[in-house]
């Protein structure tokens, strides 16, 4: 009986092992020999143009850019519900960056979530939208980073949960998940619209934040752009008309995402003002086109009547720290400054974004004009917040009250920041 | 009616709730050193401390403020007497036209309470609030940098 179970138990293990072993083959990625990247001048001008073109569609340097660190050296935290992973330096220093990267090295981590030496990246890197970028573009990528300046910086060790710090576990992940291909144009649609949706699908990343994540942070491919979430702020569903009283055009989307502000709508706060930022370098045509795919795809949705205007209660709080900016006849609001009720965030199916904006505001655009609004962090308690939140909904919005608006100012002021 | 703790005084204000900390201070408790700069809390020339933090007295509203504690740059020390942060900013010659020097001592202030030992960036960054159109940053800089040390040394 011993032996029977000692031999059942060696064929369990030895089964194990063998699993292992070609699980191990299956994932394992050769090392790609370092090289000294080939001088400026061999690229081309032309070629690291439309590698910074693409770069500021892609948003590169926002995730690969530490506080007050330089840019593309990496070192910026991203939390995830898995833990905190630190984003890598992607200068062209040979030691801490990508200098030692060849082409091939470079295309192959975009296309498939692993660096030069082989090891797996976690796909909070967005491979799995870069994957479908054009080898023209990957490259063109490659021609604009590997020019940088290089910069010595070594990223923090990312702390995530185990098991999910072992970096193997990722060739499972992207065994599930990771669909490769070239991204493919829709011949029924203009020339625009694809330029647009090849942009948002691949580089631009968009579904990144804008689309549900399962379980195992993998975009739900069904439910794409039905809204998600980024660093404690929702990201709004952009396959359905907002939940303000004006939907968004191609002009009020293109000047939203290339200046952060839309008379109509409002400022881009949270993560998505970074974007704008970005957005602001690249070429006019190409957001524009982006702004298209995206009016195509919220005109699908049912349009929804405009309410008309509410009357405004009178409220101390409201009157004192907001009004001097947001009520009817405020300086701000002769400046074209919409009023409140035009807000996706104030008409929002859930108060986080509300919320984040009244304790964080809206940051300084470094260098360049654009909105602003200081934080009430510190200004207001929790109560005055919920207070202020009810306020806004009840008197600038249609909808019904935001239930868990306490717990939401909760989780807000835990994530810290202020 | 609003009772309003400022420097460890209780003040019976007699003002409309949505009436902002800044217009109190200056026109009924004659506190004149935090400035009207804005309005819109974008210029900081109104910074004080509530609760420790530094705010925008200009778009806080006293009826969030009865039972916190306020505290002003005339809460610091006085012309003869002043404090270890007005000190380093005197010592500094850290104001030009001095129209943004109340606000700024005050972020300061909060700041090194909050942090004794800030790096340079973090000075930085906690002073970004607060602008000044005479371009004396590097001073202020320096000052709180040794309003920092001088705190230091007081505590030992």
Sequence with gaps: MAFRAGLIGSIVVGGILAIGVVCVALAWKPSIEPVTPPPTASFGADRVARGAALAAVGDCVVCHTAKSGQPFAGGRPLSTPFGVIYATNITPDAETGIGAWSEQAFVRSMREGVDRTGQYLYPAFPYPHFTHATDQDIEALYAFLITRTPVSAKSPPNALVFPLNIRWLVAGWDLLFLRTGEWRPDPSQGAEWNRGAYLVETLGHCGACHTPLNALGAEEGSRAFAGGEAEGWDAPALRTTPPGPEPWSVETLTEYLRTGFAPSHGAAAGPMREVTNELARAPIEDVRAIAVYFASLMSKSPARKAPAGKAIAYDAIFEGACGGCHAPGSPLRQLGAPSLAASSVVNAPSPRDAIQIILRGIPWREGRAGPFMPGFADELSDQQVAHLVGYLRANFSHSPAWPDVEKEIRRAREQGGS | ?156
């Design chain 2, 1 to 156: 009616m609003f009772t309003l703790t400022v420097n460890g005084r209780q003040h019976d204000v007699d003002a409309e709730p949505d009436t902002p900390l800044l217009y109190v201070l200056r026109d009924d408790l004659q506190l004149n050193g935090a400035k009207f700069g804005c309005g819109f809390g974008q210029c900081g020339a109104c910074t004080v401390m509530v609760d420790g933090k530094a705010i925008f007295s200009c778009v806080t509203p006293i009826a969030l403020l009865p039972a916190r504690q306020i505290k002003t740059i005339e809460g610091l020390g006085t012309e003869s007497a002043p404090g270890v942060v007005q000190r380093a900013f005197i010592d500094e010659q850290a104001a030009q036209c001095g129209y943004c020097i109340a606000g700024m001592v005050m972020r300061a202030q909060a700041l090194l309470e909050r942090n004794p030992s800030p790096t340079e960036d973090q000075i930085r960054e906690a002073m970004m609030p607060n602008l000044c159109r005479c371009g004396t940053h590097m001073r202020i800089l320096r000052a709180v940098e040794r309003a920092a040390l001088a705190m230091k040394g007081a505590a030992l």
